[in-house]
């Protein structure tokens, strides 16, 4: 029997590219969306065994939802990759752009809906001693990205996945991925395909590699720290070009 992966949030972008990898690698999947569904259907026609679950992760029945699905398809649930998240962008000087109501609704999609997910799988990935990956940003370490309420988001969340190694150890492993700059529909939506075109030029510029991540690049490290990394838990991979050890400008 395959192994099984619940990866959200995976219409587009990271996700859907996570999906797909694992897909390829002969894992079945769990495809997630809140709102998505045709682009979630057509991540799920390039799989060849997935399931679509729409589910709101930001809302624990939801969650439970989504473990229960893959558990009556397939009894099991190997891995789980928290990938949804949202935003509101505002630029970091703008303080009055972010109101307590902005920071409730960022947290409770990038923190608590992981928190949810993790919880609710719980069980089942130890019984498969199994492994989580939670889909961060580098913006959890230099405090940039699309909004103040964003990157303090990410690093609740990295702080969340070394409880989570710890807590849930021996047997299962938990690490987060801390991409940078990543060419996803989400970035032109939010900039327009010339603006998200610039910031992608932008970012390749600042950085030692001098190339920003496309969102195949994310997924083979999502399936590295998944199906290999033995002795890795607790960590933070950045898939950022080295823009946390770029020469500050």
Same mark, same amino acid.
């Given at each position: 029997m395959s192994k099984v992966a619940i990866v959200t949030g995976s219409g587009s972008g990271i996700g859907a590219a996570t999906a797909i990898e694992l897909s390829k690698r002969g894992w079945s999947v769990v495809? =997630? #969306?809140s709102k998505s569904a045709d682009k979630a259907k057509a991540v799920a026609a390039k799989c060849k065994d997935a399931i679509l679950v729409q589910a709101d992760t930001g809302q624990d029945a939801d969650c439970r939802k989504l473990v229960k699905a893959a558990l009556d398809k397939w009894g099991r649930v190997d891995a789980l990759v928290n990938n949804a998240g949202t935003t509101k962008f505002v630029?970091? &000087? @703008?303080?009055d752009g972010l109101s307590a109501d902005d920071f409730l609704h960022i947290y409770r999609v990038n923190v608590v809906g992981p928190f949810q997910m993790v919880r609710a799988c719980a069980p089942a990935l130890k019984a498969a001693r199994g492994a989580v990956v939670n889909v961060s940003s580098v913006a959890s370490l230099l405090g940039t990205g699309s909004s103040i309420a964003y990157a303090a988001s990410k690093s609740a969340l990295n702080a969340m996945t070394y409880?989570?190694?710890? /807590?849930?150890? $021996?047997? %299962?492993? %938990? =690490?987060? %991925?801390? &991409?940078?700059? /990543? @060419?996803t529909p989400w970035q032109h939506g939010a900039h327009g395909d010339e603006g998200a075109r610039k910031a992608a030029d932008?970012?390749?510029?600042? %950085? $030692?590699?001098? @190339? #920003?991540?496309? $969102?195949? @690049?994310?997924a083979e490290t999502i399936a590295w720290l998944i199906e290999g990394a033995r002795q890795v838990t607790g960590e933070t991979i950045f898939v950022d070009g080295g823009m946390h050890i770029a020469t500050p400008r």
């Open positions: 495809i =997630n #969306y630029k970091h &000087p @703008d303080l409880s989570f190694a710890r /807590v849930l150890g $021996p047997e %299962v492993r %938990v =690490n987060a %991925v801390c &991409p940078g700059y /990543v @060419d932008r970012y390749a510029g600042l %950085v $030692p590699l001098k @190339d #920003y991540a496309r $969102p195949a @690049d994310v």
